[in-house]
């Protein structure tokens, strides 16, 4: 799956991952209230219940741009899928449920420093790796106007951080002398949960009341828990003599590199310290986000999400004495807007465009200065069915392919820190097909 790499996922167990598919991510991420009939919406499971068709989504991303410093900036990128997820209405209007793989954080980053000591020279490289998924099953239930639902989730992964240090003769390695290798890798196996309620009511207007409005107010959440009793920590600390220390290939990490060394020349190394299946307890702080939309069946929609989480109460991995989590809030604003529901109508009058922006303060503060986060967002969705119906009886198009354009930054140049500026396009594809329906004709 995706795996951003940036310095700012080295706090903590990493860069937090977005759990919005393209559709709302076009819209500056509609979390909370965001219903669709022909897709999920995993920040809120009570969206199931609006599901009239089975569908399989499947969401990829790329991330370009540059990344600047005092002294300078330097091209970013990666690509790779973002999302899968199956969902389908069990009974229609009733009971929905989807299974699926998101990503939940990732810890891709490197830096290398220069320090003196006593007059001479060295080189401290640190480096952090891994991802964190969340295989989830999710419920929605729906009553007359409220919906409730529940993501299961089974978080697991490994995030690990390689310290390598080694002095310098004339500026270059010194060969005659020794380095150290610092490793310590988190693995993660546990449960998890977050909760969605929604409450959707359906307004009828104008003459002879044929225009209706559909207001959905949202919420979600999940309380704060602790990483099971199954998740462990190994560290050791190695001398190295330094004259095997060579060059390493650009797609190769250093952990990689450093345990094909000792691999080839185990003699090499010397275990100052060693320990495995460490228990480590970790606590990730709970959540709650709300919002509402409002709806003028598929011609438009508009809404509004707000998100707080108090990571000042994480405690466990990754934390550094000086530069500490705090707490995070996000709000996003976005719409999207059909122009025509007539059928046999131009293929640009059938596009759903949406746009949004999102400002968010991140759960990161170096220093005194908290690490802030802006997005704008535009997209559209290409239909390819018109001959259903959406939960309010009127023709709908089918969206089987969603795109999403970001521009953003992250960070800034003050107090010597690193603002990146990025751009983001996803392509969500959703393959869509009514099952489990009663046949009326044979």
Not at 199 to 216: P, S
Not at 247 to 275: C, G, H, R, V, W
Request: no cysteine; charged share 15%.
């Amino acid at each position: 799956l995706a795996n951003e790499s940036t310095p700012y996922a080295q706090y903590g167990i990493g860069l937090i991952a977005d759990r919005d598919f393209v559709p709302s991510n076009s819209m500056g991420g509609l979390g909370a209230a965001y219903r669709s009939q022909d897709g999920f919406n995993f920040n809120n499971p009570a969206s199931l219940t609006a599901n009239t068709l089975t569908s399989f989504e499947a969401g990829v991303s790329g991330t370009f741009g540059n990344r600047k410093t005092s002294g300078g900036s330097e091209a970013i990128g990666n690509a790779g899928l973002q999302y899968l997820n199956m969902s389908f209405p069990v009974i229609k209007k009733r009971w929905g449920m989807a299974v699926g793989l998101l990503p939940f954080s990732s810890k891709n980053s490197i830096n290398i420093d220069s320090i003196n000591y006593d007059g001479n020279k060295g080189i401290i490289l640190n480096e952090n790796n891994g991802q964190l998924y969340n295989f989830y099953w999710s419920n929605g239930f729906t009553y007359k106007e409220y919906s409730l639902g529940l993501n299961i989730g089974y978080l697991f992964g490994n995030l690990s951080n390689n310290t390598l240090a080694y002095a310098l003769q004339d500026g270059i390695l010194d060969y005659y002398g020794y380095g150290s290798w610092y490793n310590n890798t988190l693995l993660v196996k546990s449960l998890t949960f977050n909760l969605g309620a929604q409450y959707h009511k359906v307004f009828k207007y104008g003459e002879e009341k044929k225009k209706q409005l559909q207001l959905t107010v949202g919420l979600a959440g999940a309380p704060g828990y602790n990483l099971g009793s199954r998740s462990t920590l190994d560290e050791s600390v190695l001398a190295v003599d330094s004259k095997y220390l060579g060059s390493k290939s650009e797609a190769q990490s250093y952990k990689d590199y450093l345990s094909d060394i000792f691999n080839l020349y185990s003699e090499s190394f010397d275990t100052l310290a060693i320990n495995n299946d460490i228990s480590t307890k970790i606590h990730i702080p709970g959540y709650i986000q709300a919002g509402f939309t409002l709806a003028d069946s598929m011609r438009w929609l508009v809404g509004v999400d707000l998100k707080y989480q108090p990571w000042s109460n994480y405690t466990g991995y990754g934390i550094q004495r000086i530069n500490t989590l705090q707490n995070s809030w996000r709000v996003g604003l976005g719409g999207e807007f059909l122009p025509s529901l007539k059928p046999g109508s131009k293929f640009f009058t059938r596009l759903k465009y949406r746009a949004g922006f999102h400002y968010s303060q991140t759960n990161l503060q170096l220093g005194s200065k908290s690490i802030n986060e802006f997005g704008i967002n535009v997209g559209f969705g290409i239909p390819i069915i018109t001959k259903l119906y959406d939960e309010m009886n009127t023709r709908m198009y089918v969206y089987a392919f969603n795109l999403s354009f970001e521009a953003g930054s992250r960070g800034t140049l003050n107090n010597n820190l690193i603002k990146e500026n990025y751009g983001k396009i996803k392509l969500g594809i959703n393959l869509n097909s009514s099952w489990f329906q009663k046949r009326k004709y044979y």
